[in-house]
DNA sequence: GTAGGGTTAG
């Protein structure tokens, strides 16, 4: 008898003690597994609810072995411990699992609870349908649903995103259950009414109206009504009465604050974000982690560096409050704030002093670099990480795109895919981008064939991509035609259309296309001024881009930057206008740098502004001793004046500074493959082929009044040799690959690293005429469209 | 034994 009560009263008492540690957090699970040990040592025998508490426990503590262990152990489990199980289970994220457990389950021990657990348990796991189905299933076999029952099936409901009827419908069966009046319930219909309101399929107003009746007619509002108001009123773009909920809520409820600014920031409304957080704080409304990541967040957006340095300063007040959970959100927001204001070592040290990390701490790191072009680290940090994402691939390939690997970025768009990601827009617009870089026109074709095919076709970052690869493997028809059928567009596209034009020689129809953009109320930036400028140079328009720089200021507020300046200088000194240049560098706020001098230096190639000439490029030794460009152009506009003193000076002076010229390297594509030709190329299989093809063109050209011009050749030696050497250019090897390869009438598009040599350009002309084709050349300057014995740049090169 | 809102990476 004795004996019988001690275990009721043991029994009560390891009871007591779970309870105790469920109803706190996590942590406590260990100690809850310290009682279980305790049982066991004593010989105490767990079940009923105890061992349903135990099982619990270690679901929740991912010890899913072990739960199943305990619940074989049960020669008949009773309909709690199923429904723990099958919550447990679903919370540890293995629907299947659940599944099993329901299906095991006999239809007459069955109850609501556990109809209940398992219709979360597929709203957790994003199966909507299959929450409803399960719904309509308890129906039909006569179980009465309740308020735990509805809220979860409207929470299930918002996860599909179908028309009006099926919230109207399940709005009907709230009113035939009598669970009304219950706060849960109602807080979860609007909730889903305010879902439906966001799709296609349905009247937004409609939705939204129905769901402002039954907020503004509930008795009993909490915290959660207010807040999911408020967000409905977010997701659907009307911050305006969104505020007015909030500005009608007179109790302390952060949560709905909370919403209101993240809805700011999501909207971009930065300063009512930050305006929001301050009266919060005034008010003394809690403010926590969630709080804190979308004002930093906010700021980081913005820019805003010093808001948002100050933000870090007062969380770190208060940090010994903090919960784990909340640091690595904060955290998170921080590392991506210090990496978008280019402060990537203090996003480093923040990352590395973390003692939690998720994909959204490294992926944050990982842009931090790539943002800055620091690839080299990027890439180690993408090679280490524990996992990666969607996200982690598209970061990495658009970063190697847009820093000039190319090839790089296709392979790991391909890896990407083997290893199972399917790509989304953003990743398009990488390897578009990379196709862009590299001149692979057919492959840039196929990814924009399979972009229609996946529906990303109306992707905004993919068709900015297409429009620049287009126009940078030299048809700008195509980027004009992906301009046009866009459904939307934003600064980039206008800047990357007005760019493409300008590339390739069309300044009028650039400047025509600007004029547009401004009246379509596209407000211009700093890069649209840049391509502007640039068109007009290439075209010679210098009255229409002087105005333009001078309108920078004055009408947009946009301070020209030095690489305004240089491009100003640019198209003032090719035109010949010395004097307005050199007023233009006296007028400059700054000491002129690398890039003014650059552009006067070329101006002077041109021009054959010798005196000009030789000061800028004393002016650039100084600056960059070590860049090649200089040494080559001072030659070259020697050469031009037939100092070959000089030119020999300068070759002199390279050879004593270790100064080595970069290989000139053109490239063409064949049949979607890239083929690559150096300076007198001994490795292409076919190149010996190519020699003797471009040798029976010369024959033709020369009949036709082409002389070979030798004093580009640098290297002193004889002038037969001096010709020889001329024809081992790598941009005539890859053209006339081209020609050998391409069907007949094909457009040849070569792509250089460098400048275009001047005996190139002058025998492109010439050969366009001989084989009555198009050639067109991206050298690393601009573009050149040869046909029939005229080129595009008209000689501006 | 079962439910519902606000955060961070391009």
């Given at each position: 008898?004795?004996?019988?009560?001690?275990?009721?009263?043991?029994?009560?008492?390891?009871?007591?003690?779970?309870?105790?540690?469920?109803?706190?957090?996590?942590?406590?699970?260990?100690?809850?597994?310290?009682?279980?040990?305790?049982?066991?040592?004593?010989?105490?025998?767990?079940?009923?609810?105890?061992?349903?508490?135990?099982?619990?426990?270690?679901?929740?503590?991912?010890?899913?072995?072990?739960?199943?262990?305990?619940?074989?152990?049960?020669?008949?489990?009773?309909?709690?411990?199923?429904?723990?199980?099958?919550?447990?289970?679903?919370?540890?994220?293995?629907?299947?699992?659940?599944?099993?457990?329901?299906?095991?389950?006999?239809?007459?021990?069955?109850?609501?609870?556990?109809?209940?657990?398992?219709?979360?348990?597929?709203?957790?796991?994003?199966?909507?349908?299959?929450?409803?189905?399960?719904?309509?299933?308890?129906?039909?076999?006569?179980?009465?649903?309740?308020?735990?029952?509805?809220?979860?099936?409207?929470?299930?409901?918002?996860?599909?995103?179908?028309?009006?009827?099926?919230?109207?419908?399940?709005?009907?069966?709230?009113?035939?259950?009598?669970?009304?009046?219950?706060?849960?319930?109602?807080?979860?219909?609007?909730?889903?009414?305010?879902?439906?309101?966001?799709?296609?399929?349905?009247?937004?107003?409609?939705?939204?109206?129905?769901?402002?009746?039954?907020?503004?007619?509930?008795?009993?509002?909490?915290?959660?009504?207010?807040?999911?108001?408020?967000?409905?009123?977010?997701?659907?773009?009307?911050?305006?009465?969104?505020?007015?909920?909030?500005?009608?809520?007179?109790?302390?409820?952060?949560?709905?604050?909370?919403?209101?600014?993240?809805?700011?920031?999501?909207?971009?409304?930065?300063?009512?974000?930050?305006?929001?957080?301050?009266?919060?704080?005034?008010?003394?409304?809690?403010?926590?982690?969630?709080?804190?990541?979308?004002?930093?967040?906010?700021?980081?957006?913005?820019?805003?560096?010093?808001?948002?340095?100050?933000?870090?300063?007062?969380?770190?007040?208060?940090?010994?409050?903090?919960?784990?959970?909340?640091?690595?959100?904060?955290?998170?927001?921080?590392?991506?704030?210090?990496?978008?204001?280019?402060?990537?070592?203090?996003?480093?040290?923040?990352?590395?002093?973390?003692?939690?990390?998720?994909?959204?701490?490294?992926?944050?790191?990982?842009?931090?670099?790539?943002?800055?072009?620091?690839?080299?680290?990027?890439?180690?940090?993408?090679?280490?990480?524990?996992?990666?994402?969607?996200?982690?691939?598209?970061?990495?390939?658009?970063?190697?795109?847009?820093?000039?690997?190319g090839e790089?970025?296709?392979?790991?768009?391909?890896?990407?895919?083997?290893?199972?990601?399917?790509?989304?827009?953003?990743?398009?617009?990488?390897?578009?981008?990379?196709c862009a870089m590299l001149g692979a026109l057919e492959h840039g074709r196929?990814?924009?064939?399979?972009?229609?095919?996946?529906?990303?076709?109306?992707?905004?970052?993919?068709?900015?991509?297409?429009?620049?690869m287009y126009a940078r493997c030299g048809i700008v028809e195509a980027a004009?035609?992906?301009?046009?059928?866009?459904?939307?567009?934003?600064?980039?596209?206008?800047?990357?259309?007005?760019?493409a034009?300008?590339q390739h020689g069309h300044?009028?129809?650039?400047?025509?296309?600007?004029?547009?953009?401004?009246?379509?109320?596209?407000?211009?930036?700093?890069?649209?001024?840049?391509?502007?400028?640039?068109?007009?140079?290439h075209?010679?328009?210098?009255?229409?881009?002087?105005?333009?720089?001078?309108?920078?200021?004055?009408?947009?507020?946009?301070?020209?930057?030095?690489?305004?300046?240089?491009?100003?200088?640019?198209?003032?000194?090719?035109?010949?206008?010395?004097?307005?240049?050199?007023?233009?560098?006296?007028?400059?706020?700054?000491?002129?740098?690398?890039?003014?001098?650059?552009?006067?230096?070329?101006?002077?190639?041109?021009?054959?502004?010798?005196?000009?000439?030789?000061?800028?490029?004393?002016?650039?030794?100084?600056?960059?001793?070590?860049?090649?460009g200089?040494?080559v152009?001072?030659?070259n506009?020697?050469?031009?004046?037939?100092?070959?003193?000089?030119?020999?000076?300068?070759?002199?002076?390279?050879?004593?500074?270790?100064?080595?010229k970069e290989p000139g390297c053109s490239w063409i594509e064949v049949e979607s493959k890239v083929h690559v030709f150096l300076v007198n190329d001994t490795v292409h299989p076919e190149v010996q082929a190519v020699y003797n093809y471009l040798e029976q063109l010369v024959l033709e050209m020369r009949k036709l009044g082409y002389v070979p011009d030798t004093k580009f050749v640098l290297h002193?030696?004889?002038?037969a040799q001096k010709e020889s050497v001329l024809y081992t250019h790598s941009e005539k090897l890859a053209v006339v690959f081209g020609l050998m390869k391409l069907p007949l009438g094909a457009t040849i598009r070569v792509f250089k690293n460098l400048r275009i040599c001047g005996d190139c350009h002058n025998a492109f002309k010439f050969m366009s005429k001989v084989v009555g084709r198009e050639i067109v050349v991206r050298d690393g300057k601009r573009f050149h469209h040869f046909r029939n014995g005229e080129c595009s740049c008209g000689n501006y090169w």
């Amino acid at each position: 008898m004795r004996n019988t009560l001690d275990i009721r009263t043991v029994a009560n008492r390891y009871a007591a003690q779970l309870q105790l540690c469920c109803s706190q957090r996590s942590t406590s699970y260990c100690i809850a597994q310290t009682i279980h040990a305790h049982m066991i040592a004593s010989g105490f025998k767990p079940r009923g609810h105890i061992l349903n508490r135990l099982m619990d426990i270690y679901c929740k503590s991912s010890n899913i072995a072990y739960a199943l262990h305990l619940f074989n152990k049960i020669p008949e489990p009773d309909i709690v411990a199923r429904t723990t199980l099958i919550a447990a289970y679903s919370t540890a994220g293995n629907l299947k699992l659940s599944q099993e457990v329901f299906g095991g389950t006999p239809l007459s021990t069955r109850d609501t609870v556990f109809y209940n657990a398992m219709i979360t348990a597929y709203s957790h796991n994003n199966d909507g349908h299959a929450a409803i189905e399960l719904f309509r299933d308890m129906r039909r076999d006569d179980f009465r649903p309740d308020n735990y029952t509805f809220t979860s099936v409207l929470g299930a409901l918002a996860l599909i995103v179908e028309d009006e009827k099926y919230c109207q419908q399940m709005h009907c069966a709230v009113l035939k259950s009598g669970t009304v009046f219950v706060t849960s319930v109602l807080n979860a219909l609007i909730s889903a009414y305010v879902k439906c309101a966001s799709s296609p399929l349905a009247s937004s107003s409609l939705m939204m109206g129905a769901a402002k009746k039954l907020f503004d007619e509930m008795p009993n509002k909490d915290e959660l009504t207010w807040t999911t108001m408020i967000t409905g009123y977010v997701r659907n773009n009307n911050l305006d009465a969104a505020r007015e909920i909030l500005d009608g809520v007179t109790e302390n409820i952060g949560v709905a604050w909370n919403a209101m600014i993240s809805g700011y920031v999501h909207h971009g409304f930065i300063h009512e974000a930050l305006e929001m957080f301050r009266r919060m704080h005034l008010k003394g409304i809690q403010h926590d982690g969630f709080t804190y990541t979308s004002v930093i967040s906010a700021c980081a957006y913005a820019g805003l560096f010093k808001h948002g340095k100050q933000m870090h300063a007062f969380i770190l007040k208060t940090e010994e409050k903090h919960e784990p959970e909340f640091s690595l959100s904060v955290n998170n927001a921080l590392v991506s704030l210090y990496g978008k204001c280019g402060k990537v070592e203090e996003a480093r040290e923040i990352f590395n002093k973390m003692l939690i990390r998720d994909l959204i701490s490294w992926n944050a790191i990982l842009s931090a670099y790539v943002n800055l072009g620091r690839i080299v680290e990027a890439k180690s940090f993408f090679k280490e990480m524990p996992e990666r994402n969607l996200l982690s691939w598209t970061v990495m390939i658009s970063g190697l795109a847009q820093n000039g690997f190319g090839e790089e970025g296709l392979k790991l768009f391909n890896q990407m895919r083997i290893e199972g990601f399917e790509p989304c827009d953003y990743a398009f617009a990488g390897a578009i981008t990379s196709c862009a870089m590299l001149g692979a026109l057919e492959h840039g074709r196929q990814l924009h064939a399979q972009l229609v095919k996946l529906g990303h076709d109306s992707s905004l970052s993919a068709g900015n991509a297409l429009i620049t690869m287009y126009a940078r493997c030299g048809i700008v028809e195509a980027a004009n035609c992906v301009f046009l059928t866009m459904p939307c567009l934003d600064s980039v596209s206008w800047n990357a259309m007005i760019a493409a034009l300008g590339q390739h020689g069309h300044g009028l129809q650039a400047i025509e296309l600007f004029e547009q953009m401004l009246k379509e109320d596209i407000v211009p930036d700093r890069i649209t001024f840049l391509t502007i400028l640039s068109a007009c140079s290439h075209a010679g328009l210098v009255k229409e881009g002087h105005c333009y720089f001078n309108s920078m200021r004055g009408c947009y507020n946009i301070t020209p930057g030095e690489d305004h300046y240089a491009r100003l200088i640019d198209l003032l000194v090719r035109a010949g206008k010395f004097s307005e240049a050199n007023d233009v560098i006296e007028s400059m706020p700054f000491e002129p740098g690398a890039p003014i001098w650059e552009a006067l230096l070329s101006g002077c190639r041109i021009h054959g502004n010798m005196d000009l000439g030789i000061q800028a490029a004393e002016r650039l030794f100084e600056l960059m001793p070590q860049h090649d460009g200089t040494y080559v152009l001072l030659s070259n506009m020697y050469a031009t004046a037939g100092r070959q003193n000089d030119v020999a000076k300068v070759r002199k002076l390279m050879r004593d500074r270790g100064i080595k010229k970069e290989p000139g390297c053109s490239w063409i594509e064949v049949e979607s493959k890239v083929h690559v030709f150096l300076v007198n190329d001994t490795v292409h299989p076919e190149v010996q082929a190519v020699y003797n093809y471009l040798e029976q063109l010369v024959l033709e050209m020369r009949k036709l009044g082409y002389v070979p011009d030798t004093k580009f050749v640098l290297h002193d030696m004889e002038e037969a040799q001096k010709e020889s050497v001329l024809y081992t250019h790598s941009e005539k090897l890859a053209v006339v690959f081209g020609l050998m390869k391409l069907p007949l009438g094909a457009t040849i598009r070569v792509f250089k690293n460098l400048r275009i040599c001047g005996d190139c350009h002058n025998a492109f002309k010439f050969m366009s005429k001989v084989v009555g084709r198009e050639i067109v050349v991206r050298d690393g300057k601009r573009f050149h469209h040869f046909r029939n014995g005229e080129c595009s740049c008209g000689n501006y090169w």
